[in-house]
Structures are given as C-alpha cells and as structure tokens.
C-alpha cells in the first residue's frame, strides 16, 4: 500500500518507486496506490486541485497525479490490469494493480 506517498516524491522518482514495489512482490501480488488525484482532465474534483496546489509548496517537483498519469507509470514498471477507483469522493483515489503471475 502506498498511499500519500506517490505525490509526495519528485515525479522523476514515481516510476523507480512502483520498480522497487514490482519487484519486492511475489508473482500475483498487487499494488495499491492512494492519494490525492486531479481527474485525467485535470479540470476536476475541485477539493483535490486545491490540495495540489498546496502541495506544490512541499513538492514543486512532483508529478501531479492523475489516474491515468499513474496507471502508465504502474505499467512501465510492469504491473498489469490496472483499476482505478474514488476513494473519499471529490478527493483521493485508489488505483489497484498486480504483478503478473
């Protein structure tokens, strides 16, 4: 479980993080990923963008996630069937991947 961690790293480093999970896991073992997410138009939900925001005063490098920004980077690490889900509605979201078998 990563959760508050994804947006508090430099977006350079978010890939190299789901890496090391990857391949800490045993094969069908699943990721989840939590945190504060812009919609993938990044117009939305509008609580999650004030928190952004904020956030840039902590970490101006950071990636600035999306569900979809984040599922790439799941995958480029080499997790599979990515889902994506609201966790506390207008705020966080869960995405859920897994290491193939």
Known sequence: LMS??????EAAEVEGLYRKAYE???PGGRIL???????NSLAAPSKAA???VAHLSVN?????LTPARVVVALERA????????DMI???TTLIVARKPQ
């Open 33 to 39: 990923v939590h945190d504060f997410m812009l919609d």
């Open 89 to 91: 509605t207008g705020l």
């Open 24 to 26: 800490a896991l045993a």
């Open 60 to 64: 101006p490098r950071g990636m600035g």
């Open 4 to 9: 508050y961690i994804s947006g508090s790293v």
């Open 78 to 85: 080499g997790f599979a069937a990515p889902r994506v889900q």
């Open 50 to 52: 004030v928190w952004a």
